[in-house]
């Protein structure tokens, strides 16, 4: 496997996370972080997903019904059989920006997931928290999303500010949007009907930009109505000090193997990986 050092592509963010940004990520769960990422990392990732794509793994799933314009393509776990992303979770400013964001001293990879909306795609992703679907616990759980093209507010990710403090709710499978089964969890209100009773917040983001936001912040998107750009995005999921592996009731989404942990274990093993800093 390349490093990041044989490659020319530089492990540092291209600036530190301000205070400011950090204590809105704090009150907000979620922040626009403007330049992080240079150009090199931007094309690395663009090859990859063009090599992801060709060759999708087996939890990769398509979301736009046959006949249906564009395409809404999603694959995980693609460092865990494809060099290119593994560079990226070990040697690019994700776990840095990621342990600066939550103020931990460790940080463990969690998983890496793909998004591409290619233009004129209509199919949503749908209102929902992310650390419900996953086998973890804990406040310091967030997502690295690394936009490789620009992409406008109206199909942007979208946040309800200050959800991150909502307890769980039941996963959704994307496909159909049937729910988790077994978990005891309650539903999501109707957010999309009642838009006026929460506060939502979005951005334009380019190519470099990144979005982070916690675990348990509800989000959601829109389809991609560009007629000029794709939308394809990396989340890259990063876990701090207290979080903890934590097999709940139910469906649960993440891990999809067996990773030889106990409920209260440190993340530390090989499907979830502590990250060195220099």
């Not at 996953?134 to 500010?161: H, M, R, Y």
Request: charged letters at 25%; aromatic letters at 12%; glycine letters at 8%.
């Amino acid at each position: 496997m390349d490093s990041a050092s044989s490659t020319g592509l530089h492990k540092e963010p291209l600036r530190d996370v301000s205070i400011s940004e950090r204590n809105e990520y704090e009150l907000n769960g979620v922040v626009c972080l403007r330049g992080m990422f240079d150009k090199a990392w931007i094309n690395w990732l663009s090859d990859a997903f063009e090599l992801a794509i060709q060759s999708p793994g087996p939890h990769s799933e398509e979301y736009t019904p046959e006949g249906n314009s564009g395409r809404f393509f999603t694959d995980l776990e693609m460092w865990q059989r494809l060099d290119s992303f593994k560079v990226f979770v070990f040697d690019s400013p994700a776990a840095n920006i990621a342990k600066q964001i939550m103020g931990s001293n460790r940080v463990n990879f969690f998983y890496d997931q793909m998004f591409v909306k290619q233009e004129h795609t209509e199919e949503w992703t749908p209102w929902h928290q992310d650390q419900p679907y996953w086998a973890v616990v804990g406040k310091e759980v967030c997502s690295v999303w690394l936009p490789l093209d620009p992409i406008t507010k109206d199909s942007s990710l979208n946040f309800i500010q200050g959800s991150h403090q909502w307890s769980a709710h039941n996963p959704h499978h994307f496909g159909d949007d049937t729910p988790y089964e077994g978990t005891g969890l309650p539903e999501l209100p109707d957010i999309e009907n009642n838009l006026d009773h929460y506060e939502i917040v979005s951005w334009s983001v380019n190519p470099g930009d990144c979005l982070v936001f916690q675990g348990m912040i509800v989000h959601g998107a829109y389809g991609n109505y560009s007629s000029e750009f794709p939308r394809r995005a990396l989340a890259t999921r990063w876990c701090g000090d207290d979080a903890r592996f934590f097999q709940r009731e139910g469906e649960v989404a993440i891990p999809t193997t067996d990773p030889g942990l106990k409920n209260g274990d440190l993340l530390d093993c090989d499907l979830f990986p502590r990250i060195d800093f220099d």
